[in-house]
């Protein structure tokens, strides 16, 4: 198993301290018998100085590096250049902000490195604040977190934030790279591995999704996230349900009512997804209009 394999673990990140989740990386990656392995921290111009202090201490550890970047470049081309940078057969990707949720995280995923990609999934914790608008919106995903419910659409439910790919797949179908605002490079990635005919392999071996934005930074990254589902609504056609849906109320010739009602109570809903008391109906009706209202300009 681990003796066939070599393994880069690499973790993009911005703006966030990830040197408790590099420490239990490394701990366990030592701990299997024959592994080569490395982790690499890839900074994306982070400007969050005491993130950048504590992320400094990765350089002191056996096998990790930090890798600072110049400026931001997006989460597309700091995943690419990473895979560049890995000197591993097999490149383990986890986001900055996860943490490990099992002893045997890393194993798990060595047991599989005869396939091409593999997606592990993630978990939630239970105590979560119900005021945190991104803690409730991923609570309503949790159900397609499920490897048995993954599996029916390994393309549509693959992920960026906890997979291992072949490095040769990563050179040869790199993300793209026009993807420098939020959202939906993990999308396109999918629909390239399935016109590629590459197989993505689900399988239960998650990690924790910890730490949640502000109320107020999560709309903000929503509405950046539409803006980038906008750009590239040719290409993620069939890989969006909200673009699904906004395209049949267009053919249905209701749009509009949709785009008045967001005319008239955006700000107000806003409002009400920034507060304390956020509601996961106001946020898919947030969603919903401003994404609509893009294609009443």
Known sequence: MSDLCTLSI????????????????????????GLSFEII???DGSSDTSALSANSKVDTLPHCRL??????????????????????EWLLYVDSHMSVVRDDY????????????????????????????????ECSCIYGQDVKVRQQSPYSNFHTSNFMVRREVMLTHPFDERFRRYGYEDVLF???MREAGITILHINNPVG?????????????TEEGLETLWTFRDELRGYSRLLSVSERL??????????????????????????KGPSLAGFKAYRLGCFLEKGGR
């Open 250 to 275: 267009e053919r249905w010739h209701v749009a509009w009512v949709f785009r008045l009602a967001h005319k008239v109570m955006g700000k107000t809903l806003r409002r009400h997804l920034t507060g």
């Open 41 to 43: 921290v890839g900074d």
């Open 106 to 137: 890393i194993s798990t995923y060595l047991s599989h490195c005869g396939e091409a990609l593999v997606y592990g999934g993630y978990t939630l914790p239970l105590d979560g604040s119900r005021r945190n608008l991104r803690y409730l919106y």
């Open 67 to 88: 890798l600072l970047r110049g400026k931001n470049v997006g989460r597309a081309a700091i995943r690419n250049f990473l895979a560049r940078e890995a000197k591993g």
């Open 190 to 192: 999918g629909k390239t």
């Open 10 to 33: 690499l973790i993009p990140t911005y703006n966030d301290v990830c040197l408790d989740l590099v420490t239990s990386l490394q701990e366990e990656a030592s701990s299997i018998p």
């Open 209 to 221: 999704f910890e730490r949640f934005e502000s109320n107020e930074r999560f709309v903000a990254k």
